[in-house]
């Protein structure tokens, strides 16, 4: 069964950068794509993008001027970097495995906190 | 800008049917729209119940299915138990490599 579970810190400063990454056990890292998503409280679903083993990616237009992706296939991991980031940006967190245009296996999500 | 549209709420008696639905603001959802939807109860992360179309996931009880109708995506409930009554959100791919979500439908089973 795959899992996923994302780490970083739960708690960043406006204007500074967002890290997160997520760690994949449980099946093959190679040969798929990797997603981000987030989920404002109380709010709706983001799609904030997806990266493929190999590296290439793609992004929220939206975000995307913000938005660094990457993978560590050595050690099962992608990550998220989101600059200069405000209170709009708190949310919850989740990583996926993205197949056939959808999110399949999701991560129980991490919520980051923008504040001073 | 077009944005994918649901339904804010619905209601369904336990025990029978709802049909969700997942549109555009502007323009037709078809197959080439892959619509995905996903199930997610308070406090949980999304539960993903149908991809291209019609495809349910590993899992996902045969009481949901998904279907194109007229110019929409939609989601059926046959059956409602209490453990449906929840939020429900669609994903359309856009083109040029562009998904964006439905807000969600909230999904009352009384």
């Known amino acids: 069964q795959v899992q996923l579970q994302e780490s970083g810190p739960g708690l960043v400063k406006p204007s500074e950068t967002l890290s997160l990454t997520c760690t994949v056990s449980?099946?093959?890292?190679?040969?798929?794509?990797w997603a981000w998503i987030r989920q404002p409280p109380g709010k709706g679903l983001e799609y904030i993008g997806y990266?493929?083993?190999?590296?290439?990616?793609n992004s929220n237009p939206s975000l995307k001027s913000r938005v660094t992706l990457s993978v560590d296939t050595s050690k099962n991991q992608f990550s998220l970097r989101l600059r200069s980031v405000t209170a709009a940006d708190t949310a919850i967190y989740y990583c996926a495995r993205f197949v056939y245009y959808s999110f399949g296996y999701w991560g129980q999500g991490i919520l980051v906190t923008v504040s001073s | 800008q077009t944005v994918v549209t649901q339904e804010p709420s619905f209601s369904v008696s336990p025990g029978g049917t709802v049909t969700l639905t997942c549109g555009l603001s502007?323009?037709?959802?078809?197959?080439?729209?892959?619509p995905s939807w996903y199930q997610q109860t308070p406090g949980q992360a999304p539960r993903t119940l149908i991809y291209n179309t019609t495809t349910r996931s590993s899992g996902v009880p045969d009481r949901f299915s998904g279907s194109i109708l007229g110019n929409k995506a939609a989601l059926t409930i046959t059956g409602a138990q209490s453990d449906d009554d929840c939020d429900y959100y669609c994903v359309l791919y856009m083109g040029n490599g562009i998904y964006d979500f439905g807000k969600g439908t909230k999904v009352t089973v009384l």
């Open positions: 502007s323009g037709s959802v078809s197959t080439t729209s892959y």
């Open positions: 449980g099946g093959s890292f190679n040969n798929f794509y």
């Open positions: 990266i493929y083993y190999t590296g290439s990616t």
